[in-house]
């Protein structure tokens, strides 16, 4: 039985160190294709977390090879550092004077992809994104893919899914920063997972359309929850705009006044 293209897009993240310290469990990075490139996208904390000391030397990803055995799949090993420094690209805006940055970056894995099947990688482009003159009601509900503690079917390699719903006002930014917040029952592993938009219909102003992409288009990264003073989790989640990964590709510093898809 064919599997759901989108499961394709996505994968576990494991690290590697030079000395054997303690690292996160795991997270999980897609595949986004532009210009001609291949990238892998996550989170910028995935890579290098200052504030907990995580400082991984490369990453392993997993790879499928062939559509019609998913138990076929390929451990790739990607470095994280080369003789030019970090191999990753990540957002040129500061959001604060501690310096804390948009937790999204990217990293060009063309290369390591030269011996996989392109039409196994399901790998996600500008295309995805939401309509700008789309409208995102408040409570619509989404998927998230990925990785929650590590959980991993190692048979075949695909993420799990999980349902969450739009939080705050889809297209502008939360707390001056270019991110919306998602509620959802949410794990650590999840760092970096795509969230897709569930709904087979767009709202354009008072009408309804039919969605020329059902289930495809590419709302937000997700990046770990929203820090709270409470004793509990109040369970809302951190999703950055995708369109933050063409100006981490591209190097610009546009998405934050570009990210409203309703301008």
Known sequence: ?????????????NYRFRENVPSYISATGFFFHHSDRDYLITNRHVLVDEEYGHFPDKIVIVVHKDLKQLKEHERIEIPLYDKNGKRWLEHPIKMDE????????????????????????????RNDFLPKDAIVDLGERVTVLGYPEGLVDKHNYLPIQRS?????????????CPKFLLDANLHGGTSGSPVIRTSNFLRKGNEFYIDDVPNNHLMGIN??????????????????YPE????????????????????
Not at 246 to 257: K, N, S
């Open 1 to 13: 039985m064919p599997v759901d293209e989108k499961l394709l897009s996505v994968t576990i993240i």
């Open 98 to 125: 501690e310096g804390k940055r948009i937790d999204v970056a990217a990293i060009d894995i063309t290369s390591e992809l030269d011996s996989i099947d392109p039409t196994v990688i399901n790998a996600w482009t």
């Open 164 to 176: 969450g719903s739009i939080a705050s006002a889809y297209g502008e930014s939360f707390q001056n």
């Open 223 to 240: 990046s770990g929850e929203l820090s709270s003073s409470h004793a509990t989790s109040m369970g809302l989640h951190n999703i950055w």
């Open 244 to 263: 933050l990964i063409i100006d981490v590709i591209e190097r610009t510093e546009c998405a934050y006044r570009s990210i409203v898809p309703h301008e």
